[in-house]
């Protein structure tokens, strides 16, 4: 394996970048975000790129918070864990019952403006200095991919926001009103126009930095923003010209893919990564942490929040094998590691993609699996996407065959489950798109935003018993904490004022 190692100065934050030329060796591989100053290309805004993306461990993003907004909230998904933990996160987000100062929302604002931050100094940086290289140029379309993902989350969960596209100085810089939803919309399209036009096609860079993004995690993105609006045909066109690149396939046994072997594979397009070993140098992220099962002793694996429920369980098709891949099942042999988990009376089933292989837990020294990647986009997502996008813009014919791609692999050699989806109806390939999505990407942070975007939200939370759920909790109140340090500059959306 073939290290490439950076060394910062003191006033970046570390990377998280892996750059190898091939897959994890774990533990053996030496902590990221340590280079020498002759292996930084770019020089001093390399370093400052890479910083962003060390922004992408910020527990906001890439742990409970992130979990909570994004999938903790949906119909087949709850809070977990043991009856008196975590009593406040069950009644925010299982039952929707909203305040305005809750500290998984606040540390979800405060760690996406973070990136924001972060990206900005990279744009600001490479303007004042009047940065063209190739390199440079390259080092901007990164900042700006991640700046425009932080937005679109950001826009998602809270509506209008404020829009801060420029370099932080003092405190008094970051006291701005909020923008338009149309506005944030407008940077997040320039942002990604710009990162499609100017990163590298080849996925990991050709093998050299994985990790980073690329022109097929910008559309992934795009492609994504689109569908949120409804706009099927630059949703349709951004993912063919993902598919149509021939970097990503489908090729991993999805029984795999959630392993650590398997982490930066052919199917990653968006994937934060992670470290963790035994001499205090710990880059690792608390994605698995807070997820892994809830028990004593080596069953200790986590916090156990953010579990599936029955009807996940029950969206499976007879026979599905991303069912077992999905569900770890409390008191049963869970494969691959073969594995009996104990009997846990509270929670019949975790989250099976947050599974740790047992053998690094041993050589890490710890149990909790900060090592574990979080695979924020999977190619499977992009065809899902694409089948939708075509079926909406009635091109059944080429929604059927994506559609088909990801559940071809998904039965794997049993050729007797998950039959051909043949439907040309609008309606009821529209329902089978829908339904693909949930079980395949099952525990994937998708379900609660594409609740909202299909505006099936109420309907869907309340027939899984969400009862308190209402539209208006598809936005959540702005933190109080930022509203005060504003001096009323900031305004509470209209629902929780």
Request: proline share 3%; net charge negative.
């Amino acid at each position: 394996m073939k290290n490439i190692h950076i060394k910062f100065s003191a006033f970046l934050f570390l990377s998280v970048i892996l750059t190898s030329s091939c897959q994890k060796d774990w533990l053996d591989r030496k902590p990221l975000g340590q280079y020498s100053e002759e292996d930084l290309v770019g020089g001093s805004l390399n370093g400052m790129t890479l910083a962003v993306y060390a922004g992408l461990r910020n527990e906001g993003i890439s742990a409970m918070p992130y979990l909570a907004v994004h999938n903790m909230r949906g119909d087949d998904a709850q809070k977990g864990s043991d009856p008196g933990d975590g009593v406040d996160a069950e009644t925010y987000f299982d039952n929707f019952q909203y305040t305005n100062d809750f500290w998984l929302v606040n540390n979800y604002w405060t760690g996406h403006y973070n990136l924001i931050n972060l990206s900005n100094n990279v744009i600001n940086e490479a303007d004042s200095l009047n940065l063209t290289d190739e390199m440079a140029l390259v080092n901007v379309a990164e900042a700006r991919f991640l700046r425009a993902f932080a937005y679109f989350n950001l826009v998602r969960a809270f509506g209008e926001v404020p829009l801060i596209d420029y370099r932080i100085y003092t405190a008094a810089d970051a006291i701005r009103p909020k923008s338009t939803i149309a506005e944030i919309y407008q940077l997040i399209d320039d942002d990604l126009a710009y990162a499609v036009s100017q990163l590298p096609v080849e996925k990991d860079w050709d093998g050299r930095f994985s990790g980073r993004a690329v022109k097929g995690t910008a559309l992934a993105v795009k492609a994504k923003t689109h569908l949120a609006r409804k706009q099927w045909v630059a949703a349709l066109s951004a993912t063919e010209q993902i598919i149509t690149s021939e970097q990503y396939n489908l090729n991993t046994p999805y029984h795999e893919i959630f392993t650590e072997a398997q982490e930066n594979a052919s199917e990653s397009v968006f994937e934060i990564q992670a470290f963790y070993d035994q001499s205090n140098t710990n880059l690792g992220i608390n994605y698995a942490v807070h997820q892994g099962v809830r028990g004593a002793g080596e069953w200790n694996l986590g916090w156990g929040w953010n579990v599936p429920n029955e009807i996940l369980e029950n969206a499976f098709e007879e026979g599905d094998p991303r069912k077992d891949a999905t569900l770890l099942y409390s008191g049963r042999l869970n494969t691959p590691y073969n594995e009996t988990l104990p009997e846990n009376a509270n929670r019949p089933y975790w989250n099976k993609k947050v599974y740790t292989n047992p053998q690094i837990r041993d050589r890490a020294g710890n149990r909790q699996g900060q090592w574990f990647n979080f695979r924020v986009i999977r190619y499977a997502d992009v065809v899902l996407m694409a089948a939708e996008a075509a079926n909406e813009t009635g091109n059944s014919g080429k929604a059927l065959e994506y559609l088909e791609m990801v559940r071809f692999r998904a039965r794997g050699l049993n050729a007797t489950v998950l039959p051909e989806v043949t439907t040309e109806d609008l309606e009821e390939l529209r329902a089978a798109i829908r339904h693909e999505r949930q079980v395949e990407l099952g525990m994937e942070n998708e379900r609660f935003f594409d609740l909202v975007r299909w505006e099936i939200d109420v309907e869907t939370l309340h027939a899984a018993g969400k009862t308190g759920y209402q539209i208006k909790h598809r936005f959540l109140p702005i933190p109080q904490p930022e509203i005060d340090k504003s001096g009323g500059i900031l305004v509470q959306n209209t629902d929780y004022d």
